[in-house]
């Protein structure tokens, strides 16, 4: 049942505010200014030996766990970083008995992941799994893990469930935080901004006439560059993919501080920039991205927390805490995907070539 929604992608998205509110409901502890994650498996001791953090998954779930290993290094102090689970098992990895590794999958079965999570545990590796279908093969596989709480996501791309993976990772980087160095003022300011979510995804919602222009305009273009810093660019990273996905546009994601390694050759009227611009510290540095684009005459559409005077459109998203940012600046770049796909008449729930969960090799 779709509710009045065109296609599963509108409707997903569209239930995010209230995913949001599921994945936080029960978990805030006020008291210390921390998290309870009921799964976890990890006691205070544990959580403190942890040397290192390593995030495994696949396409759109390994960017939210690019986004969180950002979250974890931030909030809890831990070396993290994030990888394919496919290319994480072809190579031979050393596994470290003080790395916390960490599955990511909506479905639960993907089997790039759960091959590594089998292969870890074989060598005594402690892996948590960050999951949405309960009692998937990850799920059960783990050693314990948080429950991302989407509801079913029926539409082939992922969009409801990439937005509650972030929020889970930044409960899991919070509880880590708050077991580690991380102050009682540091986990409050980020549990008001982890309660500011829900409202502000629906402040960007409303957005969606303006954008569906957008993305009419741009449709014509045969490839897009989407560029970010630091915690824009697993945004980025997303926004390129799902455009693909849905609208068969090439599009292609850069750090934004590698373009004039390379990519700034690509830049002419043509080719359009979709722009990743947080109000945080990086804001100067990506301004003067815009303009070298902009010098170029590169077509440029920022999404940022103000007007971008470089940028030919600018979507403003709302402010949170710096380190929460990336939870809502992908969302209108769904909407973007989803209306150019429609605009070029894309089977948007069923994209060719693709299938909802991977389980084989
Ligand atoms: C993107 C998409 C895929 C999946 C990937 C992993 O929209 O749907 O890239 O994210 O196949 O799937 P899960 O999360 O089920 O392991």
Do not use: W
Not at 128 to 143: F, M, Q, T
Not at 225 to 252: M, N, Q, T
Not at 257 to 281: F, N, Y
Request: glycine share 6%; charged share 30%.
């Amino acid at each position: 049942d779709m509710g009045g929604h065109d296609t599963y992608m509108h409707k997903e998205i569209h239930e995010q505010a209230d995913a949001v509110d599921r994945v936080l409901r029960g978990r805030i502890d006020d008291r210390f200014s921390t998290v309870h994650l009921g799964g976890l498996n990890l006691d205070a001791r544990e959580a403190r030996q942890i040397r290192r953090v390593k995030i495994l998954g696949c396409g759109t779930s390994y960017h939210a766990g690019m986004i969180g290993a950002q979250m974890i290094e931030e909030l809890a102090r831990i070396p993290a970083d994030a990888e394919p689970a496919s290319e994480f098992r072809y190579r031979n990895a050393v596994v470290d008995p003080d790395t916390l590794y960490i599955a990511v999958s909506q479905s639960g079965e993907t089997y790039d992941v759960l091959a590594a999570v089998q292969e870890l545990k074989r060598k005594g590796a402690r892996v948590l799994g960050v999951v949405n279908v309960v009692g998937s093969a990850i799920a059960r596989e783990a050693d314990g893990g948080v429950y991302v709480h989407a509801g079913p996501e029926v539409c082939v791309v992922s969009t409801k469930c990439f937005t509650n993976t972030t929020v889970a990772f930044a409960l899991l980087a919070l509880h880590l935080g708050r077991t580690r160095d991380l102050s009682v003022r540091d986990g409050k300011r980020i549990i008001e901004g982890l309660r500011k979510l829900p409202e502000q995804i629906n402040e960007i919602l409303k957005q969606e006439e303006e954008i569906k222009e957008l993305a009419e305009a741009y449709a014509e273009a045969r490839s897009m560059l989407f560029i970010g810093r630091v915690r824009g660019y697993p945004v980025a990273r997303e926004a390129s993919l799902k455009l693909k996905e849905v609208s068969y546009i090439h599009a292609e994601a850069y750090p934004a501080s590698e373009l004039k390694h390379g990519p700034l050759a690509l830049i002419e009227p043509a080719l359009p920039t979709v722009a990743i611009v947080p109000d945080d510290d990086l804001l100067e540095k990506n301004r003067a991205a815009l303009e070298e684009i902009k010098a170029r005459s590169g077509k440029i559409l920022a999404v940022a927390h103000q007007h971008q005077e470089k940028a030919d459109q600018t979507v403003i998203v709302p402010k949170n805490e710096d380190e929460l940012d990336p939870i809502l600046m992908g969302i209108p770049l769904q909407l973007l995907a989803y209306h150019t796909a429609k605009a070029l008449g894309r089977d948007i729930d069923k994209p060719r070539n693709l299938a909802k969960s991977v389980t084989v090799e």
